[in-house]
């Protein structure tokens, strides 16, 4: 299992055990600790910073109310996590019900953008805004897979859905990401001809 | 045939099919394709965390004390009620010309008192310790959550209007209230602790947790 976005840290016994009885300093530790990979995973699961702010708070009002019944039988991270990824699910569907699950259409002021001196800073720049750009469910998808580590079945389990859904929308994200990022890529790599061979696919 | 983008993810991630392995050994372009989903994996990975805003923690405590507040006006609103209710009734009863109430089932005003008592007696099975509530699932856990945002809502609704709503109105809210809370008990309450099942009653209802 991975750990890039810090689910995983080290959480001792005995602040756990204190959290669950309501103890305040171990339960402000535990937000410390989780606050920016729960707010790191909520903005990336729905593409907006807004969304992201209101997925942490309600996660930790969450953590709160549910900790005494968590039986400390799987990662503590792996428990958070599943409370912040059936925020962020109760979010888009009811998201769904205003708006058809198209791609977004970047903000003006994206139009406006212009490259980094450094090209990594850049390539950040280009992935988080293709990420927001992604459909809802394959934004999700692709980022609890390749990022968070989980698996078809896991993915699948979360949307109720079937792992040929997952596996769908993954290669969905990826062929869409692909399309927007390339170009870009192209142009630092000039000798790259991985843009044609990718036109050539589609 | 180049294979499809699920094909070559599947070989991307360790899995997939002998014959779309055999393909993209010999095939440039489906190798540079897997490769480059690769490279996005680890562009992915490589984001940076981003930072939450500043006095995330008091908020959230805020917003659980106002929760709670709302929650403990809730309570004294439906002892006021039911204290009410028991004051027609006894009052009613009292009369030296009492006759039994009539009118629909719905409309009487002891459905209003079994409706609170219902809801009291999930609520107390809800913070019962021996019911577990290990929210395993995530699908488990969005159906608590949107369970409790529906509770939320009629919550909301009773604090707001106090005393003031009609009648049919408010037998509606605590009707919803506790199916709402009988849903909830279903979701959370799978085993009690030994190996047995929560039983409980719904307006003399008997019923066990699934």
Redesign the interface.
Known sequence: M?D???FFAEVDDLVLARARRGDPGAL?LL??TF??????LG??LTGA?EA??DI??ET???L?R?LP???G?GAFGS?LR??V???A??RTRRARVRSVEEPREISDSAGAWTPAPDRRWQ??ID??RA?ARLPDVARMV??LH??EGLTHAEIA????RSESFS??Q??RA??R??QW??PERSNEHASDD?ES??A??R | MHPTTENLLALRDGEGAPEHRRHVLQCPECARQVASMSELQSELRGLPALEPPAGGWERILAEQRRQQRARRALVWAAAAAAMLVMAVTTGLLLRPDATPPSGPPAARSDDMADLMNASRELEMVLRSPSLRSPVLRPAEAARIVALEDQLALIDTQLVAAGGGLPRSRALALWSGRVELLDELVRARGRYDGRGGHIRYAVNGDQRRAP
């Open positions: 991975t890039a976005s810090g402000e937000h410390a606050a920016r990979p729960v707010y790191t903005c990336r910073a992201g702010e942490l708070q930790f009002l969450e709160l549910s019944s968590y039986r039988d428990w599943r409370i990824v059936s925020k699910l109760m390539l950040r992935l988080d990420l692709v980022w390749d990022v389990e979360a949307f109720g596996k769908s993954l290669a990826h062929d990401l692909q990022l390339v991985r061979a990718g050539a696919r």
